[in-house]
């Protein structure tokens, strides 16, 4: 999921040693590279490489593997830019397609709380809180095409999202009963959709407060 340009630092953090060590970003060609100042900037900065956010090309296929074949990580968006609204986007099948040719994994991350401090069309940042949530690795089954694994792949980020509403078992229970939240949101016009974002930000600030107070039970 992909709310604000903080995500990609947020994500570099979160990350822990070795692949932080040796890890690039893939970074819209359209916005981040369209000049050369601007290019070098962000090449520099967060060690991103560009990338067709509409259509994964063999050239960014093979370097991408090139990368990966010498123990360097790809850290990607796979909506292809920053929620407009706070919800999350239908995913484009960039992740699934580099995983299937490369061989390398996808770990699933979510990241929360990072759109209300600086979301897509806001000038400044606010103060708040974010939360990233890693998932377990994923990789192409042997007769999986690309369209069923990257389905797969927003359904391990959509249960990562649920957890940080609730708790694990909670969100494992919702996804085994069909009931888990979609990251895209209700089909309401746009002023129910606040709302509604608005009553799930609450709900991930109870989720945060009843998993600080949670204890290990005492089993002597």
Do not use: C
């Not at 990580?73 to 484009?92: A, C, H, N, T, V």
């Not at 708040?128 to 690795?137: H, K, L």
């Not at 949101?185 to 407060?209: K, N, Q």
Request: hydrophobic share 35%; net charge positive; charged share 25%.
């Amino acid at each position: 999921n992909h709310h604000s340009h903080l995500d990609t630092p947020l994500s570099i953090y979160a990350i822990p040693e070795p692949w932080r060590n040796k890890l690039v970003v893939a970074a819209a060609a359209d916005y981040f590279f369209t000049s050369r100042g601007k290019g070098t900037a962000a090449a520099l900065v967060l060690n991103a490489l560009p990338i067709d956010r509409e259509a994964t090309g063999r050239k960014s296929a093979d370097q991408i593997r090139d990368l990966m074949a010498g123990g360097w990580s790809l850290l990607i968006y796979p909506e292809g830019g920053r929620s407009p609204d706070g919800w999350g986007q239908d995913f484009k099948g960039g992740a699934a397609f580099l995983s299937a040719r490369t061989g390398a994994a996808v770990v699933p991350m979510f990241i929360d709380g990072s759109g209300p401090i600086y979301g897509k069309g806001m000038k400044r940042p606010k103060p708040g809180r974010t939360t990233v949530v890693f998932g377990s690795p994923l990789r192409a089954g042997a007769d999986e095409n690309t369209r069923r694994f990257n389905a797969r792949i927003e359904s391990a980020v959509t249960l990562l999202g649920d957890e940080t509403l609730t708790d694990y078992w909670t969100a494992r229970r919702n996804a085994a009963n069909g009931k888990t939240p979609r990251l895209t949101g209700p089909e309401y016009t746009s002023w129910r959709r606040e709302w509604a974002l608005s009553e799930r930000r609450e709900l991930g600030d109870a989720g945060l407060r009843r998993r600080q107070k949670r204890r290990w039970p005492d089993i002597g």
